[in-house]
């Protein structure tokens, strides 16, 4: 039910929910591997590489070379990226807190913790 939520939401923004994700987590942390994107959209890392490579032919993203170490590959949002992230976050997060309204405060607090023990 949540993956169709998001992909009814996000069609008319022309991303999928695995791009949608990787530029929420690229605008939550800043610049990070493509591997730690993989585990955040629970993808492989070769198809997170095939969005990463859609996403910065859209102009949302570059690669950067990690300061850590040179071998690292990160992705980093653009200042385009960043525009489309942020003009969709406030209607997504309307809508899921309509969705979320459902619940009653127990079971929200309790899908919150849930949720956080999951790391999303």
């Known amino acids: 039910m949540f ?3 998001q992909a009814k939401h996000l069609i008319g923004e022309y991303l999928s929910i695995t791009k949608f994700e990787s530029l929420k987590a690229l605008l939550k942390a800043g610049p990070i591997p493509l591997n730690e994107i993989s585990k ?3 993808v492989t890392t070769a198809n997170i590489t095939y969005v990463i490579d859609q996403l910065e032919e859209t102009g949302y993203i570059k ?3 990690s300061t850590k170490d040179r071998r690292v590959i990160q992705a980093e949002l653009t200042e385009i990226g960043k525009d489309k992230i942020e003009s969709i976050l406030p209607k997504y997060s309307e809508k899921l807190a309509n969705i979320t309204s459902r619940l009653t405060p127990t079971e929200q ?3 919150i913790r849930i949720l956080d023990k999951l790391n999303l």
Do not use: I, S
Request: charged share 40%.
């Open 3 to 5: 993956e169709d939520f």
């Open 40 to 42: 955040v959209t629970f």
């Open 63 to 65: 690669r950067t070379n």
């Open 109 to 111: 607090k309790e899908m």
